[in-house]
């Protein structure tokens, strides 16, 4: 059974930085693309960034491009998200998401699994 | 960038059938994927590729695609389809994944 269980939210203050983590399970994560999705209290699904299988391949939301970083550790099934000039707007629960696709290199997929995600809340 | 627009709710008695709509540019093209998410709890998917349902989603939930409008289709609605609904694209002219505005389905 896949089991995503994000981590490393927390309170922050404007331009600070966090580091948010995915724990996968349950498959083979070194095979799937992986995704950051938001969601701000009271609003709608904002996709993030994505990353290959291979960490090859990478996107970006024009919204965090520059300020976010998507990683990934093949090797201990965790995605990473390094998140840095913190805004009062990003505030959110932050979700990671599994792509459907097995070894998809790029393009159209669908989020099959996803975590519970973990809230990042910029407060001075 | 691609905008999906969705009607920001829909009610419905049960029994009936709940019809969600999900526009943009070029529809018919691309892709469409849906999620239902209920309060407190992550997004599930529903339908992907337009009609395709994974495993463990009633036949009662369908997907169509045609010109430039999607639509969701939820037939014989129970007090549990009541949720938020996003459509999901992908936008290949930009590499960005787009989501719809969302609708709240309410069950009268």
């Known amino acids: 059974q896949v089991h995503l269980v994000e981590s490393g939210g927390g309170v922050v203050q404007p331009g600070g930085s966090l580091r948010l983590s995915c724990a996968a399970s349950g498959f083979l994560f070194n095979n799937f693309g992986m995704h950051w999705v938001r969601q701000a209290p009271g609003a709608g699904l904002e996709w993030l960034t994505f990353i290959r299988f291979d960490g090859a391949t990478t996107y970006y939301a024009d919204s965090v491009k520059g300020r976010f970083t998507i990683s990934r550790d093949n090797s201990r099934n965790t995605l990473f998200l390094q998140v840095s000039s913190l805004r009062p707007e990003d505030t959110a629960l932050y979700y990671c998401?599994?792509?459907?696709?097995?070894?998809?290199?790029?393009?159209?997929?669908?989020?099959?699994?996803w975590g519970q995600g973990t809230m990042v809340t910029i407060s001075s | 960038s691609y905008v999906l627009t969705q009607p920001p709710s829909v009610s419905v008695a049960p029994g009936k059938t709940a019809r969600i709509s999900c526009g943009g540019k070029?529809?018919?093209?691309?892709?469409v994927h849906w999620y239902q998410q209920k309060p407190g709890q992550a997004p599930v998917l529903l339908i992907y590729?337009?009609?395709d349902r994974p495993s463990g989603i009633p036949e009662r939930i369908s997907g169509a695609n045609s010109g430039n409008t999607a639509t969701l289709s939820i037939s014989r609605v129970e007090a549990g389809d009541e949720a938020d609904y996003y459509c999901q694209v992908w936008d290949d002219d930009i590499d960005h994944y787009v989501f719809g505005t969302g609708t709240k389905v309410t069950v009268l």
């Open positions: 590729y337009d009609s």
């Open positions: 998401a599994k792509d459907m696709i097995f070894g998809k290199l790029t393009g159209d997929d669908a989020f099959d699994a």
């Open positions: 070029n529809f018919g093209r691309r892709s």
